[in-house]
């Protein structure tokens, strides 16, 4: 294990994709200047795509270096940061998110592997309101948070990988395995690389104490566009890497369970004239059971932790099922597009 301190000797360099961020930008960069670490071992680096709004101008304001790139895409402003960027740690975050003071050195000190590729920290609610507390409590977090300790060595599915906005990389391994897939976006674009990262042999450290607060939508309507473009992502990956890569197979899995199931509510549909009785039961099953089935898993919780605010155990089965029927529509949206891809190495 390498000491501590030549672990503090290392340098980071921070990259921030972001776009049209003026409303939110300025928290991140308060946070990142107050991070305990020496300011001469680390560097920010806000990579602009092509903002209509007055965010180039409040990151003028603050020491940190503004590339302009005018190229859309996630991906492809990450890469960019990446090419701009100096030193051997590479972590990412974005505009709507709160560092804390020690999320460099918590990084830092999970490179003491020369196998571990990548370290995620956990995605925590910044704000408090009703929608941000659902997106931590549900049973499926719309971000990532990890309990305990963990070191991942092979592919899993998505709910065991980092976020995007809370990633670190090693360079030498990034080089080694490849930068970020700019044919990839909407979603599901940093877990491509991971699971690069897990084939070639090399760790994902999760660790909870590499922690952010991330500012999540705060209208249903916001939270429901935000699902279908992760849907549009999912739709992308399964276009780009067809069934070559795990998570590829895995929305195609969730995409058939889907589709199976609209078949069986339309089939129920078109029965109704022909047995009323047996087709309507059949139809209030299909639809009713997702429904009573998230209802008992939130019961258990609330009865596990003693939470007696019992109005989530109706609102959020809801709004995990239409959470999940929005990234659905995603995925389908994002299949019947034409697209081109560029080649990538």
Request: proline share 3%.
């Amino acid at each position: 294990m390498t000491s501590l301190n030549k672990k503090e000797d290392m340098k980071v360099s921070i990259i921030v994709p972001v776009k049209n961020a003026a409303a939110i930008i300025r928290d991140l960069l308060n946070s990142l200047m107050q991070v305990d670490y020496d300011k001469d071992k680390y560097e920010v680096i806000v990579v602009d795509g092509n903002s209509m709004d007055d965010t180039r101008k409040i990151v003028a304001e603050y020491p940190v270096k503004l590339i302009i790139e005018e190229r859309p895409g996630l991906n492809v402003a990450r890469n960019t940061g990446v090419k701009m960027s100096r030193y051997e740690i590479l972590a990412f975050t974005d505009a709507d998110c709160v560092v804390s003071r020690d999320w460099i050195k918590r990084i830092v000190d999970n490179f003491h592997d020369s196998y571990i590729g990548c370290v995620g920290g956990s995605v925590i609610r910044y704000n408090n309101d009703f929608l941000s507390q659902y997106a931590d409590e549900s049973i499926v977090p719309v971000m990532r948070s990890f309990k305990k300790y963990k070191l991942m060595s092979n592919v899993k599915p998505p709910i065991y990988y980092p976020t995007g906005c809370n990633m670190a990389f090693r360079r030498k391994i990034m080089e080694d395995v490849g930068w970020f897939d700019e044919n990839i976006h909407y979603g599901f674009d940093e877990n491509e690389l991971m699971e690069r990262i897990c084939k070639k042999g090399y760790k994902i450290a999760l660790d909870p104490s590499v922690l952010i607060k991330h500012k999540h939508r705060s209208t249903l309507k916001g939270l429901l566009k935000q699902m279908f473009r992760y849907g549009r992502g999912g739709g992308l990956l399964l276009k780009v890497k067809r069934l070559n890569s795990s998570f590829s197979k895995w929305i195609l899995s969730s995409l058939l369970s889907f589709l199976i199931w609209l078949s069986l509510i339309a089939l129920s549909i078109v029965t109704l004239s022909m047995n009323f009785i047996a087709s309507l039961a059949i139809l209030l099953t299909l639809i009713l059971t997702p429904l009573f089935s998230l209802m008992t898993l939130y019961i258990n919780r609330a009865i596990k932790v003693k939470d007696k605010r019992y109005e989530k155990i109706i609102i959020y089965p809801i709004i995990d099922i239409l959470r999940a029927l929005s990234f659905m529509i995603g995925i389908i949206y994002q299949l019947m597009k034409q697209q081109k891809f560029k080649r990538f190495a």
